[in-house]
């Protein structure tokens, strides 16, 4: 699959998990996605919370492996 037609999937995820992130004062950019690597910046109190690894493997992760074909890893940019 390529980036061009993953793009609209992960989105739709991002979107799905946002209200979560928002209600806790953060958000979530989707930045770059590269051979099945979706690379996303944490922002708001999201880029500073101790739980954040949690929230992006826990959390995005696992709905992108659900949801997205030729989803390989997610990787968090600063």
């Known amino acids: 699959m390529t980036t061009e037609t993953m793009e609209p999937q992960v989105q739709e995820v991002l979107d799905k998990l946002r209200p979560f992130l ?29 739980s954040s690894t949690i929230t992006l493997k826990a959390g995005i992760e696992r709905a992108l492996l659900e949801e997205v074909p030729g989803f390989t890893e997610l990787e968090q940019v600063f």
């Not at 953060?26 to 880029?47: H, N, P, T, W, Y």
């Open 22 to 50: 928002l209600r806790d004062g953060g958000d979530v950019e989707l930045v770059d996605i590269e051979d099945g690597v979706v690379k996303v910046r944490l922002m708001g109190a999201c880029g500073s919370c101790p």
